[in-house]
């Protein structure tokens, strides 16, 4: 793969989980009153969102590491070590 693939879907892969992870958070904290009631509507999402959103970001990071090692590329010796 080419650099700008690896940063291409590190780009998008920490994109995503920084969204996924706000809306795991927001999903974790929204409530909603009713009469006498407190309701959690979103609350069985939060897990599987912040699940995903770190994953994502995992992903993401690592890819735009890899961009980053692409980019420099490691120079060959031009003469072998050798040893005595």
């Known amino acids: ?33 009713t009469w006498i009631f407190v309701e959690y509507p979103y609350a069985k999402y939060a897990p599987s969102l912040l699940i995903a959103g770190i994953i994502l970001l995992v992903v993401g990071v690592a890819f735009l590491w890899r961009a980053s090692q692409e980019a420099f590329p490691k120079p060959s010796p031009s003469q072998p070590l050798q040893s005595s």
């Open 1 to 33: 793969m080419k650099k700008s693939d690896f940063q291409l879907i590190g780009i998008i892969g920490t994109v995503l989980g920084v969204l996924f992870l706000a809306g795991g958070v927001f999903a974790t904290v929204y409530f909603e009153t």
